[in-house]
């Protein structure tokens, strides 16, 4: 009888427990960068952007820094150029989507770019 009671006790206690909260959905995934493949861009200036991927299709300025914008059937990059204690600005960071604005890996977009300069 006394095991009965027990039982019966700890269940009624066992009903009262809140419920334990469980995560609704997963984190959004946040995309990795990696320089490997870029090698022959980032730290690049200007002269040796156009030497690379010919004329810019775009060439915007902002004070000291600068964007140079390279463009094919592949894809477009946006190469970001920033000065540093006096320097001529260097490429320091790099983007590249599909024409559409699709995402594209920026290693295979300069490669594409590279072989546009090589097929002229």
């Known amino acids: 009888m006394k095991l009965?009671?027990?039982l019966a006790a700890t269940l009624?206690?066992?009903?009262?427990a809140?419920?334990?909260?469980?995560?609704t959905?997963?984190?959004?995934?946040?995309?990795?960068?990696?320089?490997?493949?870029?090698?022959?861009v980032v730290?690049?200036?200007?002269?040796?952007?156009?030497?690379?991927?010919?004329?810019?299709?775009?060439?915007?300025r902002e004070g000291t820094a600068r964007k140079l914008q390279f463009?094919?059937?592949i894809c477009v990059l946006d190469a970001y150029l920033y000065p540093k204690d006096?320097?001529?600005?260097?490429?320091t960071y790099l983007d590249a989507r599909e024409p559409d604005g699709s995402a594209i890996d920026r290693a295979s977009c300069v490669a594409a770019l590279t072989r546009r300069r090589e097929a002229r």
């Open 4 to 6: 009965a009671v027990i």
């Open 12 to 16: 009624a206690l066992a009903a009262c």
């Open 18 to 23: 809140a419920p334990v909260a469980r995560p």
């Open 25 to 40: 959905g997963t984190a959004p995934v946040v995309p990795t960068y990696t320089s490997v493949g870029l090698e022959r």
């Open 43 to 60: 730290g690049q200036n200007a002269d040796g952007l156009v030497q690379l991927f010919g004329q810019p299709d775009a060439d915007v």
């Open 71 to 73: 463009s094919s059937a």
């Open 86 to 91: 006096g320097a001529p600005p260097r490429v």
